[in-house]
Every structure is written in C-alpha cells, then in structure tokens.
C-alpha cells in the first residue's frame, strides 16, 4: 500500500502580513488625507463662503441622510437596479458587436465611424427620445439611456483586445489547422479579458449616470434622480446632497464588485499582476 508524504508547508515569513499591511496602508493614506482635508475645508471654509443654504455643511447633509436613509436607501436602490438593467445590455450588446467587428475586419471599418458619431451626441438628447419611446415610467427607458453610455467603451476595449494578439500567436494556431472558433476560444478571448473588465469598469460608473440623467427628464417618485430633482426644487440642499451621497455610494459599490469579479476571474493572469 502506497503511502503519499505529507507536502511540505513552506512558512510564511515572518513581518510579511506586517509589510503588506504598511504597503496598503501607505497606499491608501494619501487619499485618506485628501479626503478629509476636503470635508475640513468644505465644513469651516467653503460652505461659510457660498452661503449654508446654497452649499450645506457636510454635518448638515450627514443629519438630512440620517433622518431620510429609508426613503435614499430605496430610491438608490430603484435606481441602480435601472443601472444594472442598462448595464447588462449595453456591455452585453458591446461584447457580441465587438466579436463580430474582429471577425470582419472590414465590416467594423465600415461601421466603426457610425458608432463614434453615436457616442459623440449628448446623453441628454436621448432622454426625451427613449422617455417617448418606452413611457416615462418605464424602467425600459432607462435601461437604454444607461445601456447607450455603457456600449461605446467596452466596445472599443472589447475590439482592442481582440485584435492586440500578436500574429506569430495566430500563425500557430493556424499551423495546427485551428478553426476560427478555436482561435477565438483559445487566443483572443483569453487575451481580451483584461481588457473587457477595463471597459466594464468604466461602464460602471456611466450606467449609474446614465439612469440619474433619465430620471430628470421624467420617472418614478422611488428613483433617485426624482428624489434629488425634487428637493433642490423645494430648496432641500441637505437633502438633495444627501441622495448625491446615495448616489455615489452605489457607483462606488458596483465599481468595486466588477474590479473583484475582475480579479477572480484574472487570478493568476500575467498581464494582471502588478
């Protein structure tokens, strides 16, 4: 009977928890100080100057974000599920027109100039259009405005990764009669991902930006563009920097969750590590 050794533990070394620590530490203590060195400057000089009702006091938006989390809480979360939606279609739409871009060449010459043209006409522009398109209280319409901003960059990162291989790479897969399937599978995918995650990661943000604008022009009293429109037309500043807050807290979340869905999925990856 075979008996398999025991593998060998190799010990961490001793201070190495201690120096990532201090790395990290370093690392993020300059955003730290800036931070809040802002919220110093904001409280005692800044809002003194531009008037407590015009620009209130950071305490003053805690205590409006204290009194009214409930109601921020659920709007925010109306709204980043309009995000979300928007997110998902246009990153998705991207993906699959960028596929079929690197495949024909020539056709995503052709259309290439069209979807910079789309990109360049102001978000702002599309809002009334898909508002009468899907109705005002249509989440539908929402998802387009978000899902329009998010397309343009995963596409041209999308595009870029797929066709950044090297040629020796698809000179060898060729040489052992590949199919364009399997290069695609093997080669250009594989190779596209860091890129993907950084088209995504900047889509986080404008889906969120994306749903907010829509809701100015028109939307449910549960979404938080509605929530901030309507206190700075009551002349609520607190409050209306407090959905701000809200707002913020939410892109800041799901642009997180998609740098660690980023790093589980390029675990391990050359070109992701540092």
């Not at 799901?254 to 050359?270: D, I, S």
Request: with cysteine; glycine share 8%; net charge positive.
């Amino acid at each position: 009977m075979n008996v398999t050794a025991p593998a060998a533990v190799e010990p961490v070394p001793r201070g190495a928890l201690a120096r990532r620590v201090g790395r990290g530490a370093a690392t993020w203590l300059p955003a730290v100080v800036v931070f809040a060195a802002g919220l110093a400057g904001w409280q005692w000089v800044f809002s003194p100057l531009a008037g407590k009702f015009l620009l209130p006091r950071p305490s003053a938006i805690a205590r409006s974000l204290s009194d009214n989390h409930h109601v921020l809480l659920s709007a925010g979360w109306f709204t980043f599920k309009e995000a979300l939606g928007g997110f998902v279609i246009g990153a998705g739409v991207a993906i699959l027109v960028a596929l079929v871009l690197a495949r024909w060449r020539r056709l995503g010459e052709a259309l290439m100039p069209y979807a910079i043209a789309v990109n360049a006409v102001p978000i702002i522009a599309f809002a009334p259009i898909t508002n009468a398109w899907f109705g005002v209280l249509n989440p539908h319409s929402k998802w387009a405005i978000a899902g329009v901003l998010c397309f343009f960059p995963v596409l041209v990162n999308t595009l870029r990764g797929l066709t950044s291989v090297a040629p020796e790479s698809i000179e060898l897969m060729r040489s052992y009669a590949a199919s364009q399937v399997e290069v695609f599978r093997r080669l250009r995918i594989p190779a596209a991902l860091p890129f993907v995650f950084t088209g995504l990661r900047v889509a986080t943000v404008l889906a969120m930006i994306g749903a907010i604008v829509g809701d100015y022009f028109g939307g449910s009293t549960r979404a938080l563009g509605v929530q901030i429109e309507n206190s700075i037309t009551l002349f609520d500043f607190p409050l209306g920097w407090a959905a701000i807050v809200v707002a913020s807290a939410f892109g800041i979340a799901f642009y997180v969750a998609v740098v660690a869905t980023e790093r589980v999925a390029l675990r391990g990856a050359p070109s992701t590590r540092d």
